[in-house]
């Protein structure tokens, strides 16, 4: 454009940035101004920095409108309390921290004069760290009744520091003005425990005013992002203004976080003096439950659930949202819809617990009267289908394994490169940040820790070898865990497809006492497409024609419903349909399109169970017929599987004869076994396929408890069922610098 035009210029409103609008800047000039009255555009000509400057300026003025119209918008939001500002027009407020539980044994006096002992609910037992619990309710023991508990009480607990703005020392006193707000003390205010009064007269917490009317005794209470209470009261059109001169009393609780959720024998402090007759107070078990405030991320996807929902539930999402938003306990759910049963198809509500934990029966009774009456907060209302049954679930947790080798720059410290390494992994597969049925991607893992995108100094590239599900130990959904042992020593062979199984334990026989005896069933798992009475189709099975046949392998076929399990027998099948026999019951009554289902059998290489049995070598044995001496050799006999683990090494052995004090293997080399080595009982599947053993944990296993081996790839992709799980625990992830400075 020549100098003097009267043309308008052109702009390109895209160009945001510094040195898109600096181009811009330098496409005018040498356009407006003609020849050689302005070529110079180096760095230390005065013009330059005129354009620098105006660069800046204009850069720095379109990101702050561009970050005040970020701010506006849930989606794109960053700072939480705008967040909590747009979510406030929708009546979401995001959850907050929960307090953990525990049970408290208090040691009572053995002097009858000091009976009855009373242990009021606002006792406060506290930790060093401050950490406070309260009694849930008031408890009262005659001494006879103390007698015959050994002197000592066990009561249930909540942690919540109790704080009391009233009496001598209330909130405030109303002016009479309308919209007269009270900013609490302390804080971060746990949810659902302030109540508030004007003088003695108790007013109702609402939501908003919109329907409130000029003499309705309401107030609305506000929590920023650091849990201070905001307490607000109407205007006189829509809710009372407290009338002048009254005092604004307030009782809350603070406190909540995974930082409660404190070990046994730390609670054993009174915060001031004990009661009368009170002699000591310990907690025997762990405090649970508790869990951080909503993050912002999740609150996020949360609100579109919500107001999709519309405060009822209609559709089994809407139960799983309801129940994570309405009840504080609830960290995640899932909700799948279960069979026709006569009354309705029920819907199964899979639950993961502030913490990570299964649903206590207590929670889940809070889950359940939450759909039917609500919350019990004032105003609030059951927000369940008449009629629709919930049947409450525990998920199955599977457990991640990341191996990641981080190969980092010459120069720099890999000590703090594979923490940060670490540090990125951790967080991205945190409690918060993952879902039932997911599907972990490999390629979000490498974007996680990319040292291009996440500019992680000193790493220059990282390398996954491991990135799966280890063959996992859980609580199966029907039936919980009572042992804590693990599955161990897994050998696949290669090419082993995506299968299950199940291990229940059962009672023994001929076996040493109290060692543990198990049945697996194999379980391959698929989705009904579409069915018949006597069929159904699986568009994503695999199987080998008749491979299901009852008479070859024996093979049943198991719906997944939430009753009483319903199995019938195969008579055929295709590579994507299975035949059964509808002698006992067709397939109409069970399933519906859509449902899991799976096919199993009893399991074992020449027998259907297996032992948990552990030994230790006390000698070394050099041999072709190795003959080890042990701790113990009761309930191995001739033809059992052991696996011999040694150090980093594991070979399976089969007994060859077992006498006191020693097992004798028949083996094809030399080698040697030193007298720190293992021995397990080894189960086998039919072909070899899989085998593994079970490992008693500090408590044993019980009758009926039962516990799943998996296997998944090494590394890729994975797909993960409706009511599965991920948990990433620490021990699990490994990563391994290479170069840099140690």
Same mark, same amino acid.
């Given at each position: 454009? @020549?100098?003097?035009?009267?043309?308008?210029?052109?702009?390109?409103?895209?160009?945001?940035?510094?040195?898109?609008?600096?181009?811009?800047?330098?496409?005018?000039?040498?356009?407006?101004?003609?020849?050689?009255?302005?070529?110079?555009?180096?760095?230390?000509?005065?013009? #330059?920095?005129?354009?620098? !400057?105006?660069?800046?300026?204009?850069?720095?003025?379109?990101?702050?409108?561009?970050?005040?119209?970020?701010?506006?918008?849930?989606?794109?939001?960053? =700072?939480?309390?705008?967040?909590?500002?747009?979510?406030?027009?929708?009546?979401?407020? &995001?959850?907050? @921290?929960?307090?953990?539980?525990?049970?408290?044994?208090?040691?009572?006096?053995?002097?009858?004069?000091?009976?009855?002992?009373?242990?009021?609910?606002?006792?406060?037992?506290?930790?060093?760290?401050?950490?406070?619990?309260?009694?849930?309710?008031?408890?009262?023991?005659? $001494?006879?009744?103390?007698?015959?508990?050994?002197?000592?009480?066990?009561?249930?607990?909540?942690?919540?520091?109790?704080?009391?703005?009233?009496?001598?020392?209330? !909130?405030?006193?109303?002016?009479?003005?309308?919209?007269? =707000?009270?900013?609490?003390?302390?804080?971060?205010?746990?949810?659902?425990?302030?109540?508030?009064?004007?003088?003695?007269?108790?007013?109702?917490?609402?939501?908003?005013?919109?329907?409130?009317?000029?003499?309705?005794?309401?107030?609305?209470?506000?929590?920023?992002?650091?849990?201070?209470?905001?307490?607000?009261?109407? /205007?006189?059109?829509?809710?009372?203004?407290?009338?002048?001169?009254?005092?604004?009393?307030?009782?809350?609780?603070?406190?909540?976080?995974?930082?409660?959720?404190?070990?046994?024998?730390?609670?054993?402090?009174?915060?001031?003096?004990? &009661?009368?007759?009170?002699?000591?107070?310990?907690?025997?078990?762990?405090?649970?439950?508790?869990?951080?405030?909503?993050?912002?991320?999740?609150?996020?996807?949360?609100?579109?659930?919500?107001?999709?929902?519309?405060?009822?539930?209609?559709?089994?999402?809407?139960?799983?949202?309801?129940?994570?938003?309405?009840?504080?306990?609830?960290?995640?759910?899932?909700?799948?819809?279960?069979?026709?049963?006569?009354?309705?198809?029920?819907?199964? !509500?899979?639950?993961?617990?502030?913490?990570?934990?299964?649903?206590?029966?207590?929670?889940?009774?809070?889950?359940?009267?939450?759909?039917?009456?609500?919350?019990?907060?004032?105003?609030?209302?059951?927000?369940?289908? @008449?009629?629709?049954?919930?049947?409450?679930?525990?998920?199955?947790?599977?457990?991640?394994?990341?191996?990641?080798?981080?190969?980092?720059?010459?120069?720099?410290?890999?000590?703090?490169?594979?923490?940060?390494?670490?540090? =990125?992994?951790?967080?991205?597969?945190?409690?918060?940040?993952?879902?039932?049925?997911?599907?972990?991607?490999?390629?979000?893992?490498?974007?996680?820790?990319?040292?291009?995108?996440?500019?992680?100094?000193?790493?220059?590239?990282?390398? $996954?070898?491991?990135?799966?599900?280890?063959?996992?130990?859980?609580?199966?959904?029907?039936?919980?865990?009572?042992?804590?042992?693990?599955?161990?020593?897994?050998?696949?062979?290669?090419?082993?497809?995506? =299968?299950?199984?199940?291990?229940?334990?059962?009672?023994? +026989?001929?076996?040493?006492?109290?060692?543990?005896?198990?049945?697996?069933?194999?379980?391959?798992?698929?989705?009904?497409?579409?069915?018949? /009475?006597?069929?159904?189709?699986?568009?994503?099975?695999?199987?080998?024609?008749?491979?299901?046949?009852?008479?070859?392998?024996?093979?049943?076929?198991?719906?997944?419903?939430?009753?009483?399990?319903?199995?019938? &027998?195969?008579?055929?099948?295709?590579?994507?349909?299975?035949?059964?026999?509808?002698?006992?019951?067709?397939?109409?009554?069970? @399933?519906?399109?859509?449902?899991?289902? +799976?096919?199993?059998?009893?399991?074992?290489?020449?027998?259907?169970?297996?032992?948990?049995?552990?030994?230790?070598?006390?000698?070394?044995?050099?041999?072709?017929?190795?003959?080890?001496?042990?701790?113990?050799?009761?309930?191995?006999?001739?033809?059992?599987?052991?696996?011999?683990?040694?150090?980093?090494?594991?070979?399976?052995?089969?007994?060859?004869?077992?006498?006191?004090?020693?097992?004798?293997? #028949?083996?094809?080399?030399?080698?040697?076994?030193?007298?720190?080595?293992?021995?397990?009982?080894?189960?086998?599947?039919?072909?070899? #396929?899989?085998?593994?053993?079970?490992?008693?944990?500090?408590?044993?296993?019980?009758?009926?408890?039962?516990?799943?081996?998996?296997?998944?790839?090494?590394?890729?992709?994975?797909?993960?069922?409706?009511?599965?799980?991920?948990?990433?625990?620490?021990?699990?992830?490994?990563?391994?610098?290479?170069?840099?400075?140690?």
């Amino acid at each position: 454009m @020549a100098a003097g035009s009267n043309q308008s210029p052109v702009f390109d409103f895209t160009s945001l940035d510094f040195d898109s609008i600096r181009n811009d800047l330098i496409r005018y000039a040498q356009a407006t101004f003609p020849g050689e009255l302005w070529t110079d555009f180096n760095d230390s000509n005065f013009g #330059t920095f005129l354009l620098d !400057l105006i660069s800046y300026a204009t850069d720095l003025i379109a990101y702050s409108e561009n970050s005040h119209v970020l701010e506006t918008v849930a989606a794109t939001v960053i =700072r939480e309390q705008n967040f909590r500002n747009i979510a406030k027009t929708y009546d979401f407020v &995001p959850k907050g @921290a929960v307090p953990s539980t525990t049970v408290l044994t208090f040691g009572l006096s053995t002097n009858p004069l000091d009976y009855p002992v009373t242990i009021p609910s606002e006792t406060k037992l506290g930790t060093v760290d401050s950490i406070v619990f309260q009694p849930d309710i008031p408890t009262s023991l005659t $001494f006879i009744a103390a007698t015959g508990l050994g002197f000592s009480v066990n009561v249930p607990a909540t942690q919540g520091d109790e704080i009391f703005e009233n009496g001598a020392s209330p !909130l405030g006193t109303s002016d009479g003005s309308t919209g007269q =707000r009270y900013t609490l003390l302390g804080s971060p205010l746990i949810d659902g425990t302030l109540s508030v009064k004007v003088s003695a007269t108790p007013y109702v917490i609402i939501l908003n005013f919109i329907e409130a009317g000029p003499s309705d005794e309401v107030c609305t209470v506000n929590v920023d992002e650091n849990g201070i209470g905001t307490i607000t009261f109407g /205007d006189g059109i829509n809710g009372k203004i407290p009338p002048i001169g009254l005092n604004i009393n307030a009782v809350y609780k603070t406190g909540g976080g995974t930082n409660t959720n404190l070990p046994a024998g730390t609670i054993k402090e009174f915060v001031g003096t004990p &009661p009368l007759g009170v002699l000591s107070v310990i907690n025997n078990v762990s405090a649970t439950g508790g869990g951080p405030k909503q993050t912002l991320a999740n609150a996020k996807m949360q609100l579109p659930l919500v107001i999709k929902s519309n405060e009822r539930a209609v559709t089994s999402q809407d139960y799983a949202t309801i129940a994570v938003q309405d009840v504080p306990s609830v960290l995640k759910a899932a909700a799948l819809d279960g069979i026709f049963l006569p009354g309705g198809t029920a819907v199964l !509500l899979y639950i993961v617990a502030q913490g990570g934990i299964p649903p206590t029966p207590a929670l889940a009774n809070q889950i359940i009267t939450t759909f039917r009456f609500g919350t019990g907060a004032p105003g609030s209302f059951g927000k369940g289908m @008449a009629g629709k049954r919930v049947i409450i679930r525990s998920p199955v947790f599977v457990n991640m394994v990341i191996d990641v080798d981080a190969f980092v720059d010459q120069g720099a410290s890999a000590v703090v490169v594979g923490s940060r390494v670490r540090e =990125r992994l951790a967080f991205r597969y945190q409690l918060e940040n993952v879902d039932f049925g997911i599907d972990l991607d490999l390629q979000d893992a490498y974007s996680t820790v990319d040292p291009f995108q996440q500019q992680i100094e000193g790493l220059r590239r990282v390398f $996954f070898r491991g990135f799966t599900i280890r063959p996992y130990f859980a609580a199966h959904i029907n039936q919980p865990v009572t042992g804590n042992g693990t599955v161990d020593g897994i050998v696949t062979s290669l090419g082993v497809a995506r =299968r299950e199984w199940l291990i229940r334990f059962v009672i023994g +026989a001929a076996v040493p006492a109290g060692t543990r005896v198990f049945q697996v069933l194999e379980r391959r798992l698929g989705t009904i497409t579409t069915l018949s /009475d006597t069929s159904l189709l699986d568009e994503g099975a695999d199987y080998v024609n008749d491979e299901l046949l009852t008479t070859a392998n024996n093979w049943v076929l198991h719906v997944q419903e939430q009753v009483q399990p319903s199995v019938r &027998p195969i008579l055929g099948n295709t590579v994507d349909s299975i035949q059964i026999d509808s002698t006992f019951g067709g397939l109409l009554a069970l @399933a519906n399109p859509g449902d899991s289902y +799976a096919v199993e059998r009893t399991d074992g290489n020449g027998s259907n169970s297996g032992k948990v049995l552990r030994t230790t070598a006390v000698g070394v044995t050099l041999g072709g017929a190795l003959t080890v001496p042990v701790v113990l050799s009761s309930g191995f006999v001739t033809g059992n599987r052991v696996l011999l683990r040694d150090g980093a090494n594991s070979q399976v052995l089969v007994v060859a004869s077992a006498a006191v004090g020693s097992i004798t293997f #028949t083996t094809t080399t030399n080698f040697t076994v030193n007298p720190t080595a293992t021995l397990d009982w080894f189960w086998q599947s039919v072909g070899g #396929t899989v085998g593994f053993a079970v490992v008693n944990g500090t408590t044993i296993f019980a009758i009926g408890d039962e516990i799943y081996v998996d296997t998944y790839p090494l590394s890729g992709d994975l797909t993960l069922r409706p009511e599965n799980f991920p948990v990433l625990d620490a021990l699990d992830l490994h990563v391994v610098t290479i170069g840099g400075t140690k």
